[in-house]
């Protein structure tokens, strides 16, 4: 498999050619170092079998941004321990490093000075005055900062710098935010100056280390409309990457563009974009040099990373996301056991939104990514007998974790499928690809030792007879809440409509503006309804992610669908729902009638507990019915894995 073939790549050689991109995390030390919480995320990639790995977002300066730096000598230890523990794997480590532009060391002495409110308002400060306005002395500094940076990193024992060709280099090159009239602006020449010193002062500072650039292209949709404002289109960016090789770059990451303000452009997410997306503008890269490229975009198997390698699309692969799901995906492609990666649904809950709500990134499929050092499976010291009742998500989770660690399992599910609530989850539009979800367990039940698992059996009191312990999963269910009306004929559940069993007709309410009930509504609409959507709360769709929220929105303003939030149900009735318009706080402003010929109730849920009335041995909840109320997924793999580990 050309996947796994070493690939030399400047100075270095990596072992295969699976690379984890640059990827903010949030798990590095205030003052940016590697502490133990992104040593043991990085080693855990190592460990897992990727050849490359590197840290995303260096900065050379001292800022308030959590992200990783090495601005100090200081610092070098923390990143030459890091260096050789993924050299202890046969891993190659790199540091993509870049300005944190908006003045950062002027908002670093502001704050300092106790002027928090000049401060602030250069912090949310626009990208494209900054690159007007930074002077050619502040750009040869920085140049400098960042060259001074490369070298620390080269003394720590890190094998590759990345430049990062986003951010100020991508602005600079760019025909959309460069409006200089001076020698960084105007021509194309003038445009790449910049990036070009930073090559060139890297080469003469540390003319060893091996670089690679990270190229953004701002890509062109079939209407013509352009994507990504940092970076240059895919004409001028075929120059450039022959003007990189010329001046000694070793490698060409090809990315999208960004500086639109939503992350998806460049991490997108489920349904948003198509899978490969980058693979024209790629080729165009790889054509136009002879140093080698790495493909990143929506890759998500195995087979179509060792497809991209194969017919010359690329030299090697980015997994980022991939990665996060499952760190040991490269492992199972050595042993051949590629059925057992557990893929990414990339529904960027746990790692995008949190980059942008500014939390540590962890992946919801995965309950140890983010805690190395906490989630741990361990063999068990007393074999038990344990029964799991409930097929979905949690329960296929509790099963994975308790079999590995030693334990006999009994899976017991009342359909005659696994997958519970995810097998509705999938229906609406974009969400098809949460099936991988379902598919890994799937693959990997077969495999795992002692476990049984029965289909089409419901739990009966007796079915615990012989058993040490019970795990109770069994979900949730759509709550039919006490409104007048409910009972009507024309009030269908939303799990109904979306799994087939029941039929929408005429015009469509969909009540309850939550995940579930803006997704039903996508999904009706897109059938060519008329479809409206109650919602008590001010806003509709709160828990969507947001790099998807504003392809839903897209949606529903293309299916002219009503968003009616700060509505109060008071009634259903056969030609419509009686609503109360509140204001933010619930007070009554006035009443109004939506017409309807099919209502949707999709206002909550509700866990379903089956009786365990006189069962002695321990029982465990986990799951929806595990906590208060009903939640997600990521509480259902979290609540599976913590529970089996402790049996």
Partial sequence: MKLLEPLKIGNITLKNRIMFPPLTTGYEEKDGSIG????????????????????????????????????????????????????????????????????????????????????????????????????????????????????????????????????????????????????????????????????????????????????????????????GKGGLQIEEATRFAKILEEHGVDAIHVAQANHTGNMNDTIPAMGTRPYGFMIEETKAIKNAVNIPISFVGRITSVQMAESLIQSGVCDYVAFGRNLLTDPYLPTCVETGDVDAIRRCMMCNKGCTDSIMSRRFISCVLNAENGYEAQRIITKTDKEKNVLVVGGGIAGLEATRVLSQRGHKVTLIEKDYKLGGQLNIACIPPRKEEMRRAILYYEQILPKLENVTVKLGHTFKIEDSVGFDEIIIATGAKSLHPNIPGIDNVNVLDSWDVLKGSKEVYGKVVVCGGGLVGAETAEYIASKGYDVSIIEMKEK????????????????????????????????????????????????????????ADTIVNALSSVKVLPCVDGITIPIHYIGDCGGQRPSNIENAIKSAYDCAVNI
């Avoid at 990727?50 to 308030?64: E, Q, R």
């Avoid at 523990?85 to 540091?95: D, I, M, R, S």
């Avoid at 929105?553 to 293309?558: E, H």
């Fill in 540 to 595: 509709i769709a709160q828990e969507e992610s947001s790099t998807i929220l504003p392809v839903m929105m897209s949606d529903f303003k293309k299916y002219d669908t009503k968003l009616l939030p700060l509505h109060k149900i008071k009634e259903f009735k056969l030609n419509g729902v009686l609503t109360d318009v509140v204001d933010v706080d619930g007070n009554v402003l006035s009443e109004e009638f939506i017409l």
């Fill in 36 to 227: 133990e919480h992104s040593f043991n995320f990085y080693k855990r990639l190592a460990e897992g079998g990727a050849g490359y790995i590197v840290i995303g977002d260096v900065t050379p300066i001292m800022n308030f941004s959590p992200a990783p730096k090495l601005f100090n000598d200081s610092q070098i230890p923390t990143y030459q321990k890091l260096a050789d523990a993924v050299h202890e794997y046969g891993c190659k480590l790199g540091v993509q490093i870049f300005h944190p532009e908006y003045h950062a060391e002027k908002i670093m002495s502001l704050f300092i000075a106790g002027k928090q409110k000049e401060g602030m308002d250069l912090l949310h400060y626009d990208m494209i005055h900054f690159v007007s306005e930074v002077s050619k002395l502040e750009l040869i500094d920085i140049c400098e900062k960042i060259c001074n940076c490369a070298l620390r990193a080269y003394k720590a024992g890190v094998d590759v710098c990345e430049i990062h060709g986003d951010r100020l280099c991508g602005s600079l090159c760019s025909t959309i935010l460069n409006h200089r009239t001076d020698e960084f602006g105007g021509s194309f020449e003038n445009r790449i100056r910049f990036a070009l010193m930073i090559v060139d002062g890297i080469k003469k500072i540390c003319p060893e280390m091996t670089i690679e650039y990270k190229l953004p292209i701002v890509t062109k949709h079939k209407d013509g409309l352009l994507q």
